[in-house]
T-cell receptor, first 119, second 112 residues
């Protein structure tokens, strides 16, 4: 159990376009999901906390107008990179933790990431 | 000073060796401790998860937490080439539903 699915796994697009990345919890509900960015040979950098039914909480230095987050249901959060530029090229990863009655404290599970390349 | 410190390596060992990976932390509020394994171009995969101090064993993996020293370890016995990956320690305060604080990750290579 506790599978997090991320789509697409790899996207290449032209500078100036917007790209949407989906993060789904397949077998559990999650009111909170997290979005990370990872550069080569670096650790994960938290970008924002996605909250179902309310606004996301962004980390300091992350542009909320550039990285739009929508958490419309208990199993889906989306990250849209708007007007993407080459410097936005990176590996984006989401995570979520199973919640609900009887779950207790469960560790977070990660999606397989989305490699974004902006030309 | 970062809240979680982890030697990035790289660490290279022969197949069958015992591998020791470590992290130190500065915030005594951390209560949940995780080890994740990340293969190249993949998301982190949960290996071990412990609460507070103590040891936990799962197959070839053993996780240790010493809260008095603010030190956590992951031991891999009988290491295999398939264990070659980056190992990330992570921890949270109060609840696993909160944000994770990561170490830099240690790159491990197990050669046949």
């Amino acid at each position: 159990g506790a599978v997090v699915s991320q789509h697409p796994s790899w996207v290449i697009c032209k500078s100036g376009t917007s790209v949407k990345i989906e993060c789904r919890s397949l077998d559990f509900q999650a009111t909170t999901m997290f979005w990370y960015r990872q550069f080569p040979k670096q650790s994960l950098m938290l970008m924002a906390t996605s909250n179902e039914g309310s606004k996301a909480t962004y980390e300091q230095g992350v542009e909320k107008d550039k990285f739009l987050i929508n958490h419309a249901s208990l199993t889906l959060s989306t990250l849209t990179v708007t007007s993407a530029h080459p410097e936005d090229s990176s590996f984006y990863i989401c995570s979520a933790s199973p919640e609900g009655q009887g779950r207790g404290n469960q560790p977070q599970h990660f999606g397989d990431g989305t490699r974004l390349s902006i030309l | 000073q970062k809240e979680v410190e982890q030697d990035p390596g790289p660490l290279s060992v022969p197949e069958g060796a015992i591998v020791s990976l470590n992290c130190t932390y500065s915030n005594s509020a951390f209560q949940y401790f995780m080890w994740y394994r990340q293969y190249s171009r993949k998301g982190p995969e949960l290996l071990m998860y412990t609460y507070s101090s103590g040891n936990k064993e799962d197959g070839r993996f053993t996780a240790q937490v010493d809260k008095s020293s603010k030190y956590i370890s992951l031991f891999i016995r009988d290491s295999q080439p398939s264990d070659s990956a980056t190992y990330l320690c992570a921890m949270t305060r109060g609840s696993t539903l909160g944000r994770l604080y990561f170490g830099r990750g240690t790159q491990l290579t197990v050669w046949p």
